[in-house]
T-cell receptor, first 110, second 112 residues
């Protein structure tokens, strides 16, 4: 059974810092890995999707990497801003639809 | 495009009551999903559908039923509501299994 773990559970950084969020998964037989953002009381917004054949994806200040063999992904956020404050969820798709981690709650302090 | 819409936004149910959570997407996606999210937890898959007339169980299907008579709609039925079903329910859709999922705003359900 696929299990997804996200570390840390919460993170607080000053504005302008670069930061890395971590995601690990136990079964490397995946189709893709997705990173989502969730604001309090809201639904999920897709940030990046990495296919199993890819090593990374970039969108603006966000860069996600995937190392399928080691079961790890990172989400790099450059020059963080207060508007980046949210919960970031990692999810993997394999033989079943998406399996989610519990998320990392990010606070960017102005 | 409205994307994925869900109704109601919030509902309080008494133990033993039944209700249907509505989900509609206007992107002509084949795949649709229902998740629940408990506080401090990730999302858990309840049911999913790969097209009209085809549904399958996810990780936590007990106490729920679904149907998919059209491409656009994927309602979730709660029979005999229990306090353990207090949660936030999200519906999502995607064009294909390997593509991005688009989420609705969620339905917050409280069972007392």
């Amino acid at each position: 059974k696929q299990e997804v773990t996200q570390i840390p559970a919460a993170l607080s950084v000053p504005e302008g810092e670069n930061l890395v969020l971590n995601c690990s998964f136990t079964d490397s037989a995946i189709y893709n890995l997705q990173w989502f953002r969730q604001d309090p009381g809201k639904g999920l917004t897709s940030l990046l999707l990495i296919q199993s054949s890819q090593r990374e994806q970039t969108s603006g200040r966000l860069n996600a990497s995937l190392d399928k063999s080691s079961g790890r992904s990172t989400l790099y956020i450059a020059a963080s801003q207060p508007g980046d404050s949210a919960t970031y969820l990692c999810a993997v798709a394999g033989n079943t639809p998406l399996v989610f981690g519990k998320g990392t709650r990010l606070s960017v302090i102005a | 495009n409205a994307g994925v819409t869900q109704t109601p936004k919030f509902r309080i149910l008494k133990i033993g009551q039944s209700m249907t959570l509505q989900c509609t997407q206007d992107m002509n996606h084949n795949y649709m999903y229902w998740y629940r999210q408990d506080p401090g937890m990730g999302l858990k898959l309840i049911y999913y559908s790969v097209g009209a007339g085809i549904t399958d169980k996810g990780e936590v299907p007990n106490g729920y039923n679904v149907s998919r008579s059209t491409t656009e709609d994927f309602p979730l039925r709660l029979e005999l509501a229990a306090p353990s079903q207090t949660s936030v329910y999200f519906c999502a859709s995607s064009r294909d299994f390997s593509e991005t999922q688009y989420f609705g705003p969620g339905t917050r359900l409280l069972v007392l």
